[in-house]
């Protein structure tokens, strides 16, 4: 039995009360069709052309196979829970396939690729890397439990080289000096603190950490320990922007492809308490992460995607 303070009743009731009005949203069959990410192209495109804020700092954290209803509301992740509250909250936004791979690859080169998770091969197709290199764009992974870095093999121990999909591109595969750009997870915190964190920063957690093999409790704990000192940072608070989703939700959630996943767009630029009801899927969060850091070139399917500019002031 798991006992609560007075202040922690509080504020659970805060936040769980209004997202639980969300929960019966589920996956409305009245959206429209997943996209595959089948084409190529780049360049303008999306819904509207509204203007969005600039950013220094982009962010993407991805967490793992659990969907919207298993984590909004949920007791065993408050801080996940207050960050919804406080920020932005997409709560119609889709997975696109199901296992895992394939959600990663769209979020960073706009197709699905593979539905293979033991995909061991090299991607060429236009990607999320190409694109911040084109533009003169610095970014960098930092992943947990990666072996050392620059290393662009399989899984070793705790990580995954699926949910490191940089790993996989040619750009960096194919090029030492953007391979060392993946680089442990434990060099974050001192780059931080040292304000040479890249324009893009791509957060790994391993399988204990990610809600993967661990429980959503020990990501909850884990995001609270090592992404609360980002958002409190002067550079985050500057400009800075995070966006933190799940790749999927369960198996037995179909719906748009990979089920309904919640997603966070967080930032000091954010409309706070902000709930989204459009209909979203990950080659908009790749959309957005180009758009916010001035790029224009957008990759496979998020050429198209819906943007995700409403999130921002």
């Not at 509250?85 to 699905?112: D, E, R, V």
């Not at 995070?242 to 954010?270: M, N």
């Amino acid at each position: 039995m798991r006992l609560f303070s007075r202040s922690v009743c509080v504020r659970f009731i805060v936040f769980v009360v209004p997202l639980a009005l969300m929960l019966g949203c589920g996956g409305g069959n009245a959206a429209p069709s997943p996209s595959t990410g089948s084409g190529g192209s780049t360049g303008g495109g999306g819904n509207g052309g509204a203007s969005q804020p600039a950013f220094g700092h982009v962010f993407l954290l991805v967490e793992e196979n659990h969907g919207f209803t298993s984590v909004i509301g949920n007791a065993d992740m408050p801080y996940i829970n207050s960050l919804a509250s406080q920020y932005g909250l997409a709560t119609q936004y889709f997975a696109n396939t199901h296992p895992s791979i394939g959600n990663y690859f769209m979020l960073t080169a706009g197709k699905i690729e593979t539905n293979d998770d033991s995909f061991s091969g090299v991607i060429s197709d236009d990607n999320l890397v190409r694109e911040l290199n084109s533009a003169g764009v610095s970014w960098k992974s930092y992943a947990e439990s990666l072996p050392q870095a620059g290393y662009t093999g399989g899984n070793s121990g705790s990580y995954l080289q699926r949910h490191n999909p940089f790993s996989f591109f040619s750009d960096v595969v194919n090029d030492s000096a953007q391979a060392a750009k993946l680089v442990p997870f434990s060099q974050f915190a001192g780059d931080l603190a040292a304000g040479s964190l890249p324009s893009f920063t791509y957060i790994v957690p391993n399988v204990q950490d990610d809600a993967h093999d661990g429980t959503l409790a020990q990501a909850d704990q884990w995001l609270q320990q090592n992404i609360q000192p980002l958002l409190a940072s002067s550079l985050f608070q500057k400009d800075g922007l995070l966006i933190l989703t799940w790749d999927e939700a369960e198996d037995s959630d179909t719906s748009h492809g990979g089920g309904r996943v919640a997603t966070l767009v967080i930032s000091p630029k954010a409309k706070a308490g902000f709930q989204s009801q459009t209909f979203y899927q990950h080659q908009s969060a790749l959309r957005l992460i180009l758009s916010s850091l001035g790029v224009t070139n957008f990759p496979g399917a998020s050429a198209s995607a819906p943007d995700m500019g409403e999130f921002l002031n």
